[in-house]
């Protein structure tokens, strides 16, 4: 066999992820490899962490990337604060909530569930109803953003609720972090773990996380041992967090310049400034889909404004639709997941993808696409009268 | 605070890992994003599995790579294939034995040692007489090169050993994987993992790991749910293995495209000759080293090429002679590990870094610093008279 160099295709990056990466970030990547003990990498991790802290709006001294993708990051929370036998209240409205649930069971642990509708937000009354009924919970866990609706919660009010009755709360905020309002501290969010792209346009494979005092202090209070070696932050902190810098296993290097670099571009616009620059592409989006007779999954109040989920025009083949944007146009753009399979499709505006050409390309080619497949759209933004005329042949 | 770009420092890397990256895979990783389940990523998938099994020397379908660190890589052969209670037999001549066991008892496994001194190999007869004191275990595990102590055991006979007595093995490849002799099928390895870096000379954060048909059946037949959902095999498979790439994880899509060049490099090059290049510049090394008069901490015949464990003269403060490498020179060497912290230096020679650029590099620093230092060593390959007498002021 013959094998050669990958050049990748020239994508625009418009699903629930990967993100579109900044030339700077892909540059930062390539540079020459240090040693995981470096003085000089010790000092960049010093400044990851310090970044990571302005991006949650935390002081938690326990701020760190975990080596793996957020998935891992989730995996973290629940082996370090989740024992046998505990019972854990359980958020669901959507594939992100039900990854938790089979996390906490992986974990012995007991999960209890609060559902709601694929597309609607966590109720936070229904949360409180099902703390009531178990009072032996010592753990909420609910996705601030769910990848794969579109819909972002009231984390805040969740948090609040989950503290009236004495329990942690674990958060994923995978697609909210550095793209929406989030402040750990504020809200007292307890663990709370995210990912290296999507808002933030690094490459996929690291995982920040972040526990306060008190999370440390249930971590420390633990009855046996955390289940995994490689996600024990006890021994993570022996790295990541002590003067001594303790090995525990080999960073990864140039992922690692490459979230350094990712943060240094998010500190340099501001996290406010990044939240607004996304909730102002999400309405320049939202504006031109619905002149093309679009319509979002979900109600305008709790749209997450970087995963907008569409639903698909009745006689258009999904799969279709996806794969001649990709083939036509070099536009990824994200399929539906679970329930929602073949009925919508994801377009994101995270990171450094979240800018007016890529609403602009985005909507154009979405248009172009729909009706040659002959849709039954209403005439929208790029249609001119022959077009629309021609819909009828 | 104030956050800039981080410019890494260019030093030659000459420790246990990471080592030097050669330009074309950093260049790789710097190529533009694309999806997780973009046509072209997938075929690059197809490309990196197959890579894998020249350099595993194997047909194994189970044969990816882990998204995360050789810590992650190992864990993941022990919770897939160790359940609570499994005796499991653990060879430890060094640091990642232990970790071996360490895992085995985190996932509620019983470890009972094989244990050989520290710069020794793994004695096959007392693994035998292990392994007849329990003929309940199930499982054997081995590191074939030790990163902590350069040494490299006989991982075919250690193998046959085990067979012999009906047990499967895991084999820790970390740091002997594109650089010594491993033919996983040949010498008939059920479950094996290694890193990205170190002779593949990528960058840390990826662990290829490959599993035969054996080891998927034990897998098949557990009692229990694996306790990770993040390194669950048949989850994995499911992504990696399958027709419909059905989605578990982001995948570190630059990290990747580093790997599957460091993997075409290798395959240009070819295996015989990566190992043989790695052995003639452990030589050239090593003559050198002699010539100083420094000794070896392992004998000739068990001597691992790419890490050289050399003890420490007297009179030499290690941790000083290792700063003043790295602040005078950017050149990297390891430390000692456990028992052997203060004791030895670790003198890497692995995948790009493995080059007569490098060797030299490292014998003229070496000498000047342990001159410096004045440290009583004999007179050496770069020594002259006056210098030699100068000693003696």
């Known amino acids: 066999m013959k094998f050669k160099t990958f050049n990748p295709p020239v994508r625009t990056l418009m699903g629930p992820g990967p993100t579109d990466i900044h030339p700077r970030v892909l540059s930062a990547m390539a ?98 109803d099902t703390i009531k009924k178990h009072r032996d919970a010592r753990l909420v866990t609910l996705v ?11 984390a805040k009010t969740l948090v609040e609720v989950a503290h009236r009755y004495d329990c942690l709360t674990i958060v994923d905020a995978v697609t909210s972090f550095g793209g929406s309002p989030l402040k750990v501290d504020e809200w007292g969010i307890d663990a709370i773990f995210t990912c290296s792209q ?11 996380v972040s526990l306060n005092d008190r999370a440390v202090e249930a971590i420390k209070k633990r009855r046996i041992k955390i289940q995994s070696w490689f996600l024990d932050l ?16 080999t960073a990864p290097i140039n992922p690692l310049y490459g979230l350094h670099e990712s943060l240094v571009m998010l500190h340099e616009e501001g996290l406010e400034k990044s939240w607004a620059r996304h909730w102002h592409h999400h309405h320049a989006l939202r504006s031109g889909l619905e002149a093309m007779g679009l319509s979002f999954l979900v ?35 994200g399929a539906g997941l679970g329930a929602l399979a073949g009925k919508v499709i994801r377009i994101g505006l995270m990171g450094y993808g979240a800018n007016m050409k890529n609403v602009m390309y985005c909507l154009e080619a979405l248009e172009a ?18 077009q629309s005329s021609s819909i009828q042949n």
């Open 31 to 128: 540079r020459p490899t240090i040693g995981h003990l470096d003085p000089a990498f010790l000092s960049m991790m010093d400044e990851i962490k310090a970044m990571l802290r302005y991006a949650f709006q935390t002081k938690n001294v326990l701020t760190i990337p975990i080596s793996a993708p957020a998935t891992a990051g989730m995996e973290t929370c629940v082996v370090n604060l989740v024992e046998p036998g505990d019972k854990v209240i359980v958020c669901v409205n959507g594939v992100f909530g039900l990854r938790m649930k089979e996390n906490i069971e992986r974990v012995g642990g007991l999960p209890i569930l609060v559902e709601d509708r694929w597309g609607e937000v966590v109720d936070p009354d229904k949360l409180e």
């Open 144 to 154: 601030q953003a769910e990848t794969s609706t579109g819909v972002l919660s009231d």
């Open 198 to 208: 999507k808002c933030l346009s690094c490459t996929p494979g690291l995982s920040p």
């Open 234 to 249: 006890n021994l993570l902190m022996g790295y990541w967090g002590s003067k001594t810098r303790s090995y525990h296993h």
């Open 299 to 333: 109600k305008a109040e709790a749209r997450l404004p970087q995963v907008n989920v569409i639903q698909v025009p009745p006689g258009v083949d999904e799969a279709i639709l996806r794969r001649r944007l990709l083939e036509e146009y070099n536009l990824e753009v």
């Open 369 to 386: 696409v729909l009706f040659e497949m002959r849709a039954p759209i209403q005439t929208g933004v790029a249609m001119n009268a022959a």
